[in-house]
């Protein structure tokens, strides 16, 4: 095994000592298959990744973020940033309430605009008027009240 490592790094180093001369061709042309073969793979590797970027469909860009400040009805200022995919596919909102920021994706609504995790917080936007609900301790909705887009 000891004779195989070596003869693998000779050739690799370009020397031919002596009784190796014989081997060379054989090892060194086996060597240079293994890395045309290497050289193969990753070239296909990256002409399948840049036919995926490329020649496929480009990812959707995200539109949209401009700052919305509303005035809620316990005093609370609520920033919004309502953002979209391009292609029209999501639509989601980034809010900063005095408590901490959620993200939350549009649902299906038949009036407005609803923007909810199911899990804690309802964004549901009317003109420019919002509904805001959260769970309380219980895993009950609480209604938080209204806001309004400040002026």
Same mark, same amino acid.
């Given at each position: 095994?000891? +004779? ?8 690799? /180093? ?7 001369? /014989?081997?060379?061709?054989?090892? $060194?042309?086996? *060597? ?5 073969? %290497?050289?193969?793979? %990753?070239? *296909?590797? +990256?002409?399948? =990744?840049?036919? #995926?970027?490329?020649? $496929? ?7 949209? $973020?401009?700052?919305? /400040?509303?005035?809620?009805?316990? +005093? ?8 979209? %995919?391009?292609?029209?596919? %999501?639509?989601?909102?980034? =809010? ?8 939350? !994706?549009? *649902? *299906? ?15 549901? #936007? ?18 938080? $009240?209204?806001?309004? #887009?400040? !002026?």
């Amino acid at each position: 095994m000891r +004779g195989a490592v070596y003869r693998v790094s000779v050739v690799l /180093a370009g020397r031919c000592p002596g009784s190796l001369c /014989a081997q060379r061709n054989r090892e $060194g042309t086996h *060597l240079k298959v293994k890395k045309i073969g %290497l050289v193969l793979i %990753l070239a *296909l590797i +990256g002409l399948a =990744l840049f036919r #995926v970027t490329v020649g $496929g469909e480009a990812p959707p860009t995200v539109t949209g $973020g401009d700052p919305v /400040a509303y005035r809620c009805d316990n +005093g609370d200022r609520v920033v919004a940033r309502y953002y979209g %995919l391009a292609d029209g596919s %999501l639509h989601f909102v980034r =809010l900063s309430f005095p408590g901490g920021e959620y993200t939350l !994706p549009q *649902l *299906l609504s038949a009036s407005g605009a609803r923007y909810s995790d199911e899990a804690r917080l309802v964004w549901w #936007v009317k003109g420019d008027e919002v509904r805001v609900e959260s769970r309380d301790e219980e895993g009950e909705w609480r209604d938080w $009240g209204s806001c309004r #887009v400040e !002026p």
